[in-house]
């Protein structure tokens, strides 16, 4: 790591108040999805935003997950109305609805 680099960071961790190696960890964190491990010395929310990018492809595997829940729940033609409503109206829809059936899943719930 480069002189530079490595004072930037530690300057950065005193700011937030806490050691080179646990912000490290909490950048890392924050840059994988876990904004909850992030510290800010400000609670500015466009800085914890940032550190949840959604990638396209997290979207994408969540409507394809929808896809084939719905298909196998109220058929083919049914699925491509509601999929073709949701893509035009509420495209985060797939995403929440991921989200929530993980959440089912962890307590116990069947999908």
Known sequence: MSHQLRESLRD????VGCSL??????????????ASRFRSADDNQTRVAAALPVPEWRRREARNDFLKATTQEIGSVAM???????????????LE??????????LGNTP
């Open 12 to 15: 950065a961790a005193n700011d």
């Open 21 to 34: 190696n646990s912000f490290a960890v909490q950048v890392l964190s924050a840059a994988a999805g876990d």
């Open 80 to 94: 491509a109305a509601l999929v073709k409503r949701l893509d035009a109206e509420d495209p985060g829809h797939y």
């Open 97 to 106: 609805w991921q989200r929530a059936r993980q959440a089912g899943n962890a």
